[in-house]
């Protein structure tokens, strides 16, 4: 078949949008967690703990990827072939000790490096809640290994229930203990540490009760099979993490923790938007695109990813002019007046972040080529930028020049991801398609920003609802394509 067969392109897309509506659901309901919790913290801590709170999350992921050291995805990888073999225990085993192993170690060097650093350079307070909270590296990699079995068992349905249900868990636990016992980050932290160390001591429970997680099964090679396939992804989780949270430590080192608080909360409020269109993407996209390269071919596979490309822009480009059109009313709403300086920085990083997440088809088509050392390598360039430019821009801009480093790394590492896919795998580019929801998006911007009511929220829905009336309505008049595709959305949904 070849591009010309628009039946089967659609039929992979609708397959795309399937899977993504599945991933979407879950990421919905743990993303509801952060609007949730996002306007209590900013009001209950000051703006100094709610950036210390920031960086010790940034801290914890970072430590986590590194306790994992890709294992987990050595278990998805080889699951299937030791379940065939009746050696789950052997698989499960091995890569459980190993990062539980690996876990308490780092956490006692997380604790003694607290110990040795000058206070001139970090608080004392500070340095205080990174060792009370170095037992959660351990808690969270035990958790994070043991969700990583359930996906590997395809029990997803238990997998996102658990998920939800640790990060609601947890988020009460935190809150109550707040409100009511420690109204401080002693208090969060051990709620997150009470809520996350009960469902992680449940599953290992489950495990060893089936007895597929028993010590006598620890095996040298098997760890040996896993770490040669799970180290190079793990190369890419620890790259990606500094160059996502790099910054974070410069604008503390050179601006202080109130600072801090305030990039923190646009940086944040951007990644909502970010994740809830892109973290569907990402998890879906690999899988169909692939099976197209395999079962249909090459000119198949571009005509889905240029269409795949084409219709992310489509919501993408107004996402983000109305996202940085309500900006100001959504830091008022969400995080308080405190907090309004954040507003300048949000059209900095929702640009930067959206922007890569469109990247993500390119991305795709070099992991199709198997070009994943080009992709670390990659990374490694815009890691190394960012940090030179936070270093630059920070002393003489503050906070805007960490805003504005974010987006110059971004936009350089989608330029350099572009260039090389299309050299490997070149696919179509609507152009005009693409250039139209530019100016339809700026249009509905320039509306929008004429709109106000009394109140932040009372702006913010009025926004919202006349920038989705006029983005549909130039869309739905201009653009023949799509007014057909959802004329035939429509009719399929009567029964017509």
Not at 305 to 324: E, M, Q
Not at 398 to 427: D, Q
Not at 471 to 491: P, Q, T, W
């Amino acid at each position: 078949m070849t591009s010309e067969s628009p039946g089967n392109v659609m039929s992979d897309f609708r397959k795309l949008v399937q899977q993504s509506s599945h991933y979407l659901s879950g990421n919905t309901l743990m993303m509801l967690s952060g609007f949730v919790s996002f306007p209590i913290l900013t009001r209950i801590f000051s703006v100094s703990d709610y950036g210390t709170l920031n960086l010790m999350s940034s801290s914890l992921v970072i430590a986590i990827a590194i306790c994992k050291m890709g294992l987990q995805n050595s278990v998805t990888r080889f699951y299937e072939e030791f379940k065939r073999d009746n050696r789950q225990a052997d698989l499960y085993s091995t890569i459980f000790l190993s990062v539980l192993s690996v876990s308490l170690v780092f956490a006692f060097l997380s604790w003694m490096v607290t110990q040795w650093i000058k206070t001139d350079v970090v608080s004392g307070d500070t340095l205080a809640l990174f060792s009370f909270i170095a037992v959660l590296i351990v808690i969270r990699s035990g958790y994070e290994i043991l969700s990583t079995f359930l996906r590997a068992e395809q029990r997803t349905k238990l997998l996102n229930a658990i998920a939800v249900g640790v990060r609601y868990g947890s988020l009460s636990l935190s809150l109550i203990i707040v409100f009511w016992i420690m109204r401080n980050l002693y208090g969060f932290w051990f709620g997150v540490m009470l809520g996350e160390g009960v469902v992680a001591v449940a599953l290992a429970f489950v495990y060893i009760r089936s007895r597929k997680l028993q010590c006598g099964e620890f095996s040298f090679p098997v760890l040996r099979k896993a770490l040669q396939y799970g180290v190079p992804h793990f190369a890419w989780d620890i790259i990606g993490s500094i160059f996502i949270y790099a910054d974070r430590y410069l604008v503390q080192y050179y601006l202080g923790s109130e600072a801090l608080g305030i990039y923190s909360a646009g940086y944040n409020l951007s990644q909502y938007m970010y994740e809830f269109l892109a973290h569907p993407l990402n998890r879906a996209i690999l899988p169909v695109a692939m099976a197209a390269w395999v079962q249909k071919g090459e000119e198949e596979t571009k005509e889905f990813l240029s269409k795949t490309l084409r219709y992310y822009l489509l919501i993408a480009i107004p996402g983000t002019f109305g996202f940085i059109a309500v900006s100001e009313n959504v830091v008022l709403l969400m995080a308080s007046e405190k907090y309004r300086e954040a507003a300048e920085l949000i059209p900095y990083i929702v640009v930067g972040g959206m922007t890569f997440a469109g990247c993500l088809v390119f991305r795709t088509t070099l992991l199709i080529k198997q070009k994943t050392g080009l992709l670390a390598c990659l990374m490694v360039f815009a890691c190394i930028l960012n940090i030179v430019m936070n270093v630059l821009l920070i002393p003489r801009c503050g906070l805007v020049g960490a805003a504005l480093s974010t987006l110059l790394s971004y936009l350089s590492l989608v330029a350099l991801i572009v260039f090389f896919s299309l050299r490997h795998l070149p696919i179509r580019i609507e152009t005009v398609p693409i250039l139209r929801y530019v100016l339809f998006g700026f249009i509905m911007f320039l509306v929008v920003g004429e709109i106000e009511f009394g109140s932040a929220a009372g702006s913010l829905g009025g926004k919202v609802v006349c920038g989705v009336v006029i983005y549909g309505a130039l869309v739905s008049i201009f653009d023949r394509e799509i007014r057909e595709k959802a004329r035939g959305l429509v009719n399929a949904r009567l029964g017509k």
